[in-house]
Nanobody, 122 residues
């Protein structure tokens, strides 16, 4: 069993920035961030395939969010810039060892973190 530990959430004003991190305790291939706001379905935000350093983004965050690999093994960051009120949600990290990362949905991940709250409000 792989444990995922997230950190970096908080409250910011519109236009602000936050950086989330996720550290996996064991070997994984695909890692991603997804979010869930009250009354809304879970939404995949970004994904990273470690063997090829391939990145994927949801259209709603392209140009504003950047996913990157940390220097430490199995560590992933999500830099969120120009945050909007509609970005407010609990952000979760998900991961697994699947070689198919592009089509992973939040329900597909074998391992999930507890989540960290991101609030964007003036």
């Amino acid at each position: 069993q792989v444990q995922l530990v997230e950190s970096g959430g908080g409250s910011v004003q519109p236009g602000g920035s936050l950086k989330l991190s996720c550290v996996a305790s064991g070997y994984i291939r695909c890692m991603g961030w997804f979010r869930q706001a009250p009354g809304k379905e879970r939404e995949a935000v970004a994904k990273f395939y470690f063997p090829e350093s391939t990145k994927y983004y949801a259209d709603s965050v392209k140009g504003r969010f950047t996913i990157s690999q940390g220097n430490a093994e199995n560590t992933l960051y999500l830099q969120m810039n120009n945050l909007k009120p509609e970005d407010t949600a609990v952000y979760h990290c998900g991961a697994d060892r699947s070689p198919i990362c592009t089509t992973r949905t939040p329900d597909d991940y074998d391992f999930r973190g507890q989540g960290t709250q991101v609030t964007v409000s003036s």
